[in-house]
């Protein structure tokens, strides 16, 4: 089975991420869910990003590496919104990553260079107010255009954070696709 690293979204590593990393877990995966705000959790996206941009990225991109340097030679980089755009950087340059599944986030914009041998999947809301237009699907020509496999789906309505069970985005059809797209892709890598 795989090594899965899965990163919180700016709400902080809450319970709705343990029921998330608990799903993995029951399919047989290794999951891994570093705190990259040490220990910190909050109750709206306002005040978590507000977190997240006094913190800055790279410095929360460092901690995410640091908590994984001792993981094994093989790992897939999940993460959920911020999380998704921590996903996405450690896929696209740790050379131990094998996959990256970016929920509710991820994407550039414009081409960027990806690692051939790391297959990429993005899952978006269609109407989420946080998915940049265009940036998915920049990132996954840039995946493919590497030899990546890229997979990009989307989903009704406009909920954010709809794979949380915790919070009042969750919608449960959807987050049932999203975990049986992402686990076939977890017995792919």
């Keep these: 089975m795989t090594t899965l690293v899965l ?7 809450t319970p709705g991420m343990e ?7 029951a399919a047989g995966h290794t999951v891994v869910t570093p705190d ?12 978590g990003v507000g977190h997240s941009q006094e913190v800055g990225f790279s410095q929360l991109v460092d ?4 908590a994984c340097a001792d993981l094994p030679d093989e790992i897939v980089f999940a993460g959920l919104s911020l999380g998704a755009g ?10 131990r990553a094998r996959g990256a599944l ?4 991820g994407g550039f914009p414009k081409p960027t260079r990806w690692q051939g041998n790391v297959p990429v999947q993005i899952h978006f809301s269609v109407d989420d107010e946080w998915r940049d237009s265009g940036a998915p699907q920049t990132l996954m020509e840039s995946a493919a255009r590497a030899g990546a496999r890229a997979e990009y ?19 449960e059809d959807s987050a049932q696709l999203l975990l049986d797209r992402s686990l076939a892709f977890l017995d792919r890598v």
Aim: aromatic share 14%; no cysteine; hydrophobic share 40%.
């Design 63 to 66: 901690r995410v590496a640091a």
């Design 19 to 25: 029921a998330i990393a608990g799903r993995y877990t």
């Design 153 to 171: 789906f989307l989903y009704p309505g406009g909920s954010h954070l709809f794979s949380d069970p915790l919070v009042d985005d969750y919608r």
């Design 102 to 105: 970016l929920f509710h986030g």
């Design 7 to 13: 990163l919180h979204s700016a709400l902080g590593k």
């Design 36 to 47: 990259f705000y040490e220990g910190r959790t909050f109750t709206t996206a306002e005040a």
């Design 86 to 95: 921590i996903a996405q950087q450690m896929g696209k340059n740790d050379s």
